[in-house]
């Protein structure tokens, strides 16, 4: 009460750091979480490298890794605001567990009984947000374990099927030991078949709708059994068991859909960055079966029905909404919620979302296994996998490859009016092709989920690339893909233009007819007797052969996808038979890992003599309030060193020299000033000058990877 700290934070930072050390001793190959007690949300957390992550010595390894505490645990207090007289400066360390995944229960309690409604996975993270969230219930899992076709898949389900019974089990019994009297969430982690208790979350939680869509509560009159009602919302359940709590039965588990899904529609940029200070000015409606909780943002103008703008907070949270849907299995809840993302449309004045991220994700899962169990761990990594994507999309010039192989073509076409005709069809393709794959090459989430969800449609050969599916109508699904196929209502600009379309349904249209003739739709079969003698034709025989010819021209330069997948090492990250991932050990490069993120995040673009802010929110010069600046005017940095903090969204992210050099002068004075994306920060005199790749270089660097590109596929 008199506003005095009894033990002072240097106190504290000594023993945590005697304590840390201790640990590190113990299990020099585990990090340590430190967490702030008043922390919450992903916030207040910092997770210290192990002594075997640092180079040198025994000794000198541990001497480092201790080294890191005291700032860890300011940096904690700075971020959840609890460095003035009389805050709760008090904090958690505890062993990192890395492999595991995160699930909860969701439990309800009137203060004498208590039961739980299934639980949820969220294993999906990326900076201890919740990005993706899948219902976990015993009636989909003894579905999916009788449809298991592979021993260990059905292994692994039945696995989780006996962790969420205990965890039920203890989840009941722990809010009716504590007498829990609403509703709360049993958080535990699990690894193989082991789950440990995190913590019991007193509170609702924005996922909670998960749960709600698979099950309802129906009370019943102990009485009368005739006498009952059924409660389909938790919230609704809270403001019963405020009211009437005492009085209300146990309740019996109302079945509802099997599956459910929700993802969080975040304003981050394409590296899951938060992404403050943008406008959202249209957002397209709901489609049936979408589930949107949106904070409002939806509701167009009463009088005049236009829709309202919409800015997104600098300085809070990156949630924008929450998008559900439901499914009778995970394949038809995932497919569902990916329907929902691919048709929807946001726009808006400096806006980026994770749409693309969560599209591509769900796709990514659909394609390898919908019951893939990843890590909390596994975002991360396959952000790099996506940023190597980009990397060599970036590398690759189509327009030259494209107009490669009409060349090759028109040297094995001697006739003269042959050769017209190929460069006439090469032409009118050009925009079909060119529009498809400059939108996956734009955006490299959408390409990660295609190659998932298409792996089966090709095969990699001694010879290049060998097309399992007929071509067009790989490219008529990627249109599809790209919500860019006909009759989506959308302008031009966002739609297969008309002739393409024609032309594209002219080709599928003659496959149409030819499997129908053929019997099959054998994609193999089909393309084997159409360059063959084609005899099931009868006397069209020569006409069928040349139509087919001419649908397939130009299609070669599909293969540029799946190339792209096999350069970068796509493919070696997967779901196993057990459902478990394969990160392979490329992606936890920690170079690599940043230099793809910069390929989905790029800096500004900046002068030799600037440091900007890499994105929009608070600047702050100094760790904590009384703690010195990381730099002043005159002071000397190297590369790597810490200049400033930009607070954005609950997040708290240093800012560090790209290269060594000497302060000018601070551009900003004052702390908690709010900054804009590119904003001049610091001027600087850099040690060297900064030497850019230039474009003579880049071109040559893009024509090399084109022409090896090209010598694959074999011209």
Known sequence: ??????????????????????????????????????????????????????????????????????????????????????????????????????????????????????????????????????????????????QAENPETAKALGMDLATLE????????????????????????????????????????????????????????????????VVNSIVELMVLLAAHGERLPKPTRVRRDQCAVEVRLNATDQALKPHAGGVITQWSDTLEGEVRDDQGICLHNPDTDVFMKYHLAGAYDSNIALLLSTGNDRVDALKAMSEIICRSRMSGENLKTNLQFQYGILCWMLGQNPQARPATNFVAPYLTAVGQLQSQANELDIVKAYAAIEQTLLAGTKDKEASQAVSDIMSQ??????????????????????????????????????????PVLVLRDLYRYLNMDDGNDLPALYSIWDHDQLLLQNAVDFYDGVHQRLGTDDWVQVDACLKGDAKQF???????????LGHQLGLEILSV????????????????????????????????????????????ATSADEILAPTGGMFYSREAPDRDAFVQKGDHFEEGDPLFIIEVMKMFNKVYAPFSGTVEQV???????????????????????????????????????TTAFLEFIGH
């Open 1 to 146: 009460s008199a506003g005095l700290d009894i033990i002072s934070i240097d106190q504290i930072a000594a023993t945590l750091t005697s304590q840390v050390q201790a640990m590190f001793k113990a299990d020099p190959d585990h990090r340590v979480r430190v967490k702030a007690i008043g922390g919450g949300g992903g916030k207040g957390q910092r997770i210290l490298n192990c002594p075997e992550q640092y180079e040198g010595s025994k000794k000198k390894q541990l001497e480092q890794a201790v080294a890191a505490v005291e700032g860890a645990y300011r940096e904690v207090l700075s971020e959840v605001k609890a460095t003035g007289k009389g805050d709760n400066k008090n904090v958690l360390a505890e062993l990192n567990i890395e492999t595991v995944r995160h699930q909860e229960i969701q439990v309800v309690g009137n203060g004498d009984w208590c039961t739980t409604l299934g639980g949820r996975d969220c294993s999906l993270q990326m900076n201890e947000q919740k990005l993706v969230e899948i219902s976990v219930t015993r009636e989909e899992l003894e579905a999916a374990i009788d």
């Open 166 to 229: 205990k965890m039920e089990a203890e989840a009941e019994r722990f809010g009716a030991a504590v007498g829990l009297d609403s509703v709360s969430t049993f958080e535990c982690i699990l690894e193989a078949d082991r789950h440990y208790f995190m913590e019991m979350n007193t509170r609702v939680q924005v996922e909670h709708r998960v749960s709600e869509l698979c099950y309802a509560l129906q009370f019943t009159n102990p009485s009368d059994p005739n006498d009952l009602f």
């Open 429 to 470: 393709k050009a925009s079909l092709l060119a529009r498809a794959i400059n939108r996956l090459f734009a955006d490299p989430h959408f390409l990660a989920g295609w190659l998932s969800l298409n792996r089966s449609n090709f095969e990699f050969t001694g010879n290049g690339i060998k097309w399992l599916s007929n």
């Open 538 to 548: 009868s006397a069209q025989e020569e006409e069928v052969k040349a139509a087919h």
């Open 561 to 604: 996808l799946p190339y792209i997948g096999l350069k970068t090492r796509f493919y070696e990250l997967k779901v196993e038979p057990d459902l478990t991932v394969t990160i392979p050990e490329n992606l936890l490069d920690a170079e690599l890992k940043q230099n793809s993120l910069r390929e989905l995040s790029p800096p500004p």
């Open 667 to 705: 551009l900003i004075d004052t702390d908690a000033t709010i900054v804009k994306r590119g904003q001049a920060l610091v001027k600087v005199s850099p040690d060297e000058e900064i030497v850019q790749e230039s474009s003579a270089e880049i071109a040559k660097r893009t024509s090399e990877a």
